[in-house]
Each structure stands twice: as structure tokens, then as C-alpha cells.
């Protein structure tokens, strides 16, 4: 069945249905199970697991204990170029700011690569805004290219692309795909998105399977938190990942739940998530997919990502600067802004101090069989 299909079967009235006739049998039963279905994903995150979110909580230590030790791997975006025909209405690049734009040349990101790469950082995480014409695709495979030099697997936040360009950059040494639905909620998402090439919920929606049938190994998906109901579009999520998961069962699949932090004070939030519901839906992601990576943002707090160490955080960037050349010139603007300021030594040694092992490198594309 087509992934839009799929999605279909989980309205949000369905969602609110099954929550509010959730009990607390129900929950139990999904703590203790070894394959969770959606409705036990979401016994985990209706109000009937609340008082247990403890117990949710031990259980997703040693799932995550289980099958990922106590390593983080460390990694961190590099921005090349804020030029963007986009509108999103959440966002500070978005082509409705008047603002100062930036865009690096191959050079300059050889030398935002550098430095990045003299903190210990092996794995790159490489943005752009959507603007074709600037940021085009040989533009790209210039920048990945640059960035396969100095680091162990690039990956790329991008815009998407169709199957011919995540081909080219798979081919380059790009290795791993980010990409957000924002919201899945599709009346909702052309309010948020009503201009630019990523207006087009369907061909954003089928990006991650692009890459993945376009040469790249790994892919991260996942919502914006604070656009649209934040369980519905979990239960998106999940689907999604199992869409992912059955079709391409070689692929590294992982999750990250980023939460609205926009840097203009403007933008509202219609659909705020506060910690708690935060933490329980790490706890039920983490319940659902425990083999599964699961990314915690610079747009969380220290005491925050820390806490979620031992719930089911596996990744977390350091050293993060959200503007294009932020780590060789200091006078661009970020995207959002970030809570969490740690240095990668910072972060390497809270880490250590915690009980947890650093990992700056875990996978390297050189060596990979063919
Ligand atoms: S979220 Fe991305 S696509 Fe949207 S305006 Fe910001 S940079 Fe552009």
C-alpha cells in the first residue's frame, strides 16, 4: 500500500478516539511487549500512561542499554547557504525576511570544514536553504565532496531533490538523509508552507525514499514539533518508519523530534509541547523502535538532553552553530535558536562524567562493501 494510503488509516479523530478509550490495562501490556503495534504506541502516549512514565522510562534505559551500549555519537551541522524561495512561516530564512543573505563559496566551506573537523568532529551534518539556482545540485556535490575530505560520512539537510540528484550526491560520498515532514497533517501543512518548491506536501513526503533508493544508507526523519497535534503526527512518524523499515530493510533508519524554536519572537506556536508530553513521546518512539537512532537537538536545554540520555537519546549535536560560516565568521545569523552551547569537548567530557562513551566516529563510507 502506497505510504499515502497508509497515513490515511490514522486521522486525527481516530487518534483522539483511540487515546481517550485507552486504560490503563492497555499501557501495562504495552510496556512489557517485545513488538509494539500503533495502538500500544499510542497507549504509551495517551494520559492513561502518566502515572507509569516511570516505569515507561526503565524500560526505555534498557532497551536503549540493550542495543546501543552507553555510546552517543557526536555530530554537527555545517550551514552553507541561507538564499531560500521558501515561505515557511516558522522559519528566519524564509523568503518572506528581509535579511542579509550568505552563501559560502567551496572555499570558505574547505575552511568552515576545517575547523570544524580540528574539534574532533567526524560526522557532518551539511544544510542549505532551498534555492536552486544558487545552491544547485553541482553546487552540492562541490560542497559534499569538499566535506567527504575531512569527515567520515557527510550527510545533508537539504531541500529534496529527485531521485537523479540524491543519485549524484550518493555518488559524491553523501551518505545520510535528514529530512522533516514538518507536520503530515495536510490541511494544515499548505498554511505553513505557502510558497516555494516545499509547498508540495507529496514530493517532500516521498524524499526519504529517494535517498534511500538513490545510493544513500541512512535516513532521519521526523516532525516539527509545535505545527499540528503532536501525537497525530507521531503516529505519522512511526508509520512512516515502518514504511521505510519494510521496504528497506538494509537502511539505517532513525528519528528526531525537533521542537519550534523559531529566533524571531513573531512566530507563534499554535501547538505548544511541553517537556513532559516531550519526554513521554521519547520514551514511547524510543518503546516502539528500540533498535532504532534516536537525535536530540541543540534546541533542547542541557538539563534536558541530559535527562534524555537515559531514555532513549543515541545522537547529539555539539558545537553548534546555526548560521552560514558560524564557525569561521561571527557575523551571520542563525536559523533558530539553540539552548544547548556545549563544545564538543564540553559535551565529550558532561558525557564521559554521566557514564557514557563519546563516539565521534561510528561508520565510515571508505570502507563500505559494494
Ligand atoms: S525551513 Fe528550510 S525551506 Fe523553510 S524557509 Fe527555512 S530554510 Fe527555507
Known amino acids: 500500500m502506497a505510504l499515502q494510503e497508509l497515513l490515511k488509516e490514522w486521522p486525527e479523530i481516530r487518534v483522539a478516539e483511540t487515546l481517550a478509550s485507552t486504560t490503563e490495562q492497555r499501557v501495562l501490556g504495552a510496556i512489557s511487549k517485545d513488538i509494539l503495534t500503533i495502538e500500544d504506541f499510542l ?51 524564509s523568503s518572506k525576511h528581509h535579511m542579509k543573505r550568505h552563501h559560502l563559496s567551496i ?29 544547485n545540485i553541482i553546487y552540492l556535490q562541490d560542497a559534499v565532496s ?15 531533490l529527485d531521485s537523479d540528484g540524491y543519485a549524484k550526491l550518493a555518488a559524491c560520498g553523501a551518505d545520510a538523509l535528514t529530512i522533516y515532514q514538518e507536520t503530515y497533517n495536510r490541511e494544515l501543512y499548505p498554511a505553513y508552507h505557502p510558497a516555494g518548491p516545499k509547498a508540495d506536501y507529496d514530493f517532500r513526503l516521498e524524499a526519504p525514499e529517494r535517498a534511500l533508493s538513490n545510493g544513500f544508507r541512512a535516513v532521519t526523519i ?21 514504511y521505510l523499515q519494510n521496504k528497506y530493510s538494509a537502511a539505517e533508519l532513525s528519528v528526531s523530534l525537533p521542537r519550534i524554536r523559531p ?41 534536558m538532553r541530559n535527562a534524555l540520555l537515559r531514555l532513549g537519546a543515541t545522537k547529539m549535536s555539539a558545537g553548534v552553530s546555526t548560521a552560514v560560516g558560524g564557525h569561521s565568521a561571527k557575523e551571520t545569523s542563525g536559523q533558530f535558536e539553540i539552548d544547548d552551547s556545549r563544545s564538543v569537548d564540553e559535551m565529550k567530557n558532561d558525557l564521559l562524567n554521566l557514564g557514557f562513551q563519546p563516539v565521534m566516529h561510528d561508520w565510515n563510507h571508505r570502507f563500505s562493501l559494494e
Open 263 to 303: 529566533i524571531n519572537q513573531d512566530i507563534s506556536i499554535r501547538y505548544p509541547v511541553h517537556d513532559r508530553e516531550f519526554v513521554q513521546m521519547i520514551l514511547a518512539f524510543r518503546l516502539l523502535k528500540p533498535h532504532m537512532g534516536l537525535t536530540v537537538s541543540t534546541r533542547e536545554s542541557k538539563s
Open 146 to 160: 569538499v566535506l567527504k575530505r575531512y569527515f567520515s560520512a557527510p550527510a545533508i539537510e537539504i531541500y529534496a
Open 222 to 242: 521526523g516532525p516539527l514539533l509545535g505545527l499540528a497535534d503532536r501525537i497525530t503526527d507521531a503516529v505519522s512518524t512511526a508509520i512512516h518508519l515502518d
Open 43 to 93: 497507549a504509551l502516549l495517551s494520559p492513561a500512561a502518566l502515572p507509569h512514565l516511570e516505569t515507561i522510562a526503565e524500560r526505555a534505559n534498557a532497551l536503549t542499554r540493550r542495543h546501543f551500549g552507553n555510546s552517543i555519537l557526536i555530530f554537527t551541522p555545517i550551514y552553507i547557504s541561507d538564499f531560500c524561495e521558501n515561505g515557511c512561516t516558522y522559519c528566519s530564512f
Open 107 to 135: 572555499a570558505e566551506i574547505e575552511l568552515e570544514a576545517k575547523l570544524i573537523s580540528e574539534t574532533g568532529i567526524r560526522h557532518i551534518l551539511m544544510l542549505t536553504g532551498e534555492a536552486p539556482k544558487k545552491a
